[in-house]
């Protein structure tokens, strides 16, 4: 079977992890605060919390950010609804601007019409998503962003170690919050780093970090310098209503250790990637995408046929399990339930019609890739 998305646990990582168990500390551990450390010098930002998952982080985000009943805030509508759903867990109202057809991102022409086209100060935030692992370019949103008075949180989860090149011609790393208020970032198993269930906040602002850290634990602190008393060793202060969103300390030991090997998988998703562009560019039944572009870190490899379904089903029958990145979250059931309709934002509703994601992970052989290849073209010229 060949899936669309697979992790890689090494001996390395066993190792790490069983090192981890038969330590001290099973949660709060020093296997965390080394993540964190490792993860912000990967990205290249000051502060990273990591926490339980991916949802966590955007739902503490929206909370530091002061999300509540009265802010209204932008998001794609091809995404993971989670990039949505954490301005519902705050009672925030959710607005969706159309993708770019092009490159499925967040548009941000469309971004700058909705913003124009309400009074200053209606909206307070937006949410891009660097989709598929396609960096968004955040030096163009912060400009935006600045004249609407808006924060940005960059939904990095499918593209650590991805970049898009700024206007004085240096790298910019998704999530180093050089731009965005706050970054956050999934470790599910699909995505580039392995923890189980993880995820990870990155910022570089002091306030906002100091708020993640005690909103992760119940609002709950034990520093002395913040707390309004203190009545011994054992005293603490909750100060707000917070979560337990926390990670454990061998989730953490094992991102560490993947951690270690995400510039060499990048590497090889870029490989994988050309190797699908070099051979479907010339099939008139495949649109994608133009080229394998610099500082994608393919989370996804997605093309775009006419017959997708039948493909999707043929594929499956040759145990080749693609998947749909993603039904336009607009639509979901939920999302329609707040008026959202069909035909809301077209661009998006295009793609959703033909969009597949081909298996695209480091340990992907090319053997495998070469029957996926063979598969996909017996169908379409067949
Ligand atoms: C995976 C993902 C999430 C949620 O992460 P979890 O760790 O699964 O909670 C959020 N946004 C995007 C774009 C994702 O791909």
């Keep these: 079977m060949i899936p669309y998305g697979k992790q890689n646990i090494t001996e390395e ?29 990967y990205i290249g930002c000051k502060y990273a919390v990591a926490v339980s998952n991916g949802t966590a982080a955007l739902h503490l985000c929206a909370l530091a950010l002061g999300v509540n009943k009265d802010s209204r805030v932008i998001t794609s509508p091809i995404t993971f609804a989670a990039s949505a759903n954490c301005v519902r867990y705050c009672d925030g109202e959710v607005y969706f601007a159309d ?105 570089n602002d002091e306030a906002l970090y100091n708020k993640l850290i005690k909103l992760r634990t119940h609002g709950i602190t034990k520093d002395s310098n913040l707390m309004h008393q203190n009545d011994g060793g054992w005293y603490y202060e909750m100060q707000e209503l917070g979560y337990n969103y926390r990670i454990t300390d061998f989730q953490a030991a094992l991102g560490t250790s993947q951690l270690k090997r995400a510039d060499a998988g990048i590497e090889r998703r870029r490989e994988i990637a050309q ?43 040759k145990d080749i399990f693609c998947q749909v990145h993603y039904i336009p979250v607009h639509t979901l059931p939920y999302y329609k339930s707040l008026g959202w309709k069909q035909g809301d934002f077209v661009n998006s509703e295009n793609y959703y019609q033909g969009c597949l994601s081909l298996p695209m992970y480091p340990t992907l052989t090319k053997e495998e890739q070469h029957f996926v290849i063979d598969t996909i073209n017996s169908f379409l010229n067949g």
């Design 275 to 317: 190797t699908y562009f070099d051979t479907f560019k010339t099939n008139q039944h495949i649109k994608g995408q133009s080229g394998v572009i610099e500082g994608h870190a393919y989370h996804l490899y997605i093309i775009e046929v006419n017959n997708r379904k039948e493909l999707y089903d043929f594929l499956r029958s």
């Design 99 to 203: 993708i770019d057809p092009e490159t499925y991102l967040l548009d941000i022409k469309k971004v700058r019409a909705l913003l124009e086209n309400h009074p200053k100060g209606y909206f307070q935030g937006i949410i891009p998503v660097d989709f598929a692992g396609n960096a968004v370019n955040l030096e163009a949103f912060r400009k935006l962003a600045n004249e609407f008075n808006c924060w940005i949180i960059e939904d990095a989860c499918h593209a650590p170690g991805g970049y898009f090149i700024d206007s004085k011609g240096t790298k910019q790393f998704c999530g180093n919050s050089n731009f965005a208020d706050l970054a956050i970032f999934s470790f599910h198993p699909v995505k580039h780093i392995a923890c189980g269930e993880g995820g990870m906040v990155t910022t």
């Design 13 to 41: 990582d066993v190792n790490a992890v069983v090192k981890a168990l038969t330590s001290d500390f099973l949660t709060q551990g020093p296997e965390i605060a080394s993540f964190e450390k490792a993860f912000a010098e």
